[in-house]
């Protein structure tokens, strides 16, 4: 549960200080959001002892969830494991229908409430684990996922610091959205540019009056001019190879 007004939050020592400071420097660096996740997980690994293996996942307007860093393989491993059962503590954590945002799970072993996650969780080393939510204004943006295969117990402190580091994970992934948003709009741009070309290279047409061919194939078939433009694009592309 979250620490009431007035009750003592655990000590953070210099170490751990230092640690939030880095990621945040990272944060306004010139860097991509995906190395500023990278460092977030190692820095939430390194910094938490009872820790030793940690992700962070990314939920997508289609519903998707991907883990977009992570710290090993087991990381993927045991997210990808919740995705597909639809169950586990870090799926519970991103879940708008639970009010908790922080599912910390100590001794999994014993645990019955994700009844086909938890014993190959269990078999692949998890003694505890811990799933934040990610969230900004209310929306779910991903999940700060923690396991440890060394401590059947996560501390009071060990939450406090995950707590801590998912607020810096929540600023980074604003700039994943943000580049994601960036990097659709270039492919749209190139792929509507180099369909306009091919339109007026095949009727002889201005870049004006290709362009506008492209948008009443688009309003005729009701199918967004990107993906009209993909399609000329890659049938273009496949003629040419075979010719």
């Not at 501390?155 to 995950?162: C, I, K, N, P, S």
Request: charged share 25%.
């Amino acid at each position: 549960a979250k620490p009431s007004v007035g009750e003592r939050i655990p000590m953070i020592d210099n170490t751990i200080t230092h640690a939030l400071d880095q990621v945040a420097r990272q944060l306004g660096e010139a860097r991509s959001a995906d190395e500023v996740l990278d460092s977030i997980t190692l820095a939430v690994r390194e910094s938490i002892d009872e820790i030793d293996h940690v992700g962070i996942s990314i939920t997508h307007r289609n519903g998707r969830i991907e883990t977009r860093s992570r710290t090993d393989d087991l990381v993927l491993q045991l997210d990808q494991l919740q995705y597909d059962l639809r169950e586990g503590p870090c799926l519970d954590a991103m879940s708008s229908e639970h009010d908790e945002d922080v599912i910390r799970v100590d001794h999994l072993q014993d645990d019955q409430r994700w009844p086909r996650y938890r014993p190959q969780a269990v078999a692949a080393g998890v003694r505890s684990q811990m799933g934040l939510r990610l969230f900004r204004e209310d929306t779910t943006v991903g999940g700060l996922n923690l396991y440890s295969t060394t401590s059947d117990e996560i501390t009071d402190q060990g939450e406090a610091l995950a707590r801590l580091f998912a607020t810096h994970a929540v600023l980074a992934l604003g700039r994943v959205n943000v580049e994601q948003s960036l990097n659709t709009a270039l492919e749209t741009r190139t792929l509507i540019g180099q369909a306009t070309g091919i339109v007026m290279e095949r009727y002889d047409l201005s870049a004006d009056r290709a362009f506008d061919y492209l948008v009443r194939v688009s309003q005729s078939s009701n199918i967004k001019i990107r993906d009209v433009a993909a399609e000329m694009v890659h049938g273009h592309a496949g003629r040419v190879e075979s010719g």
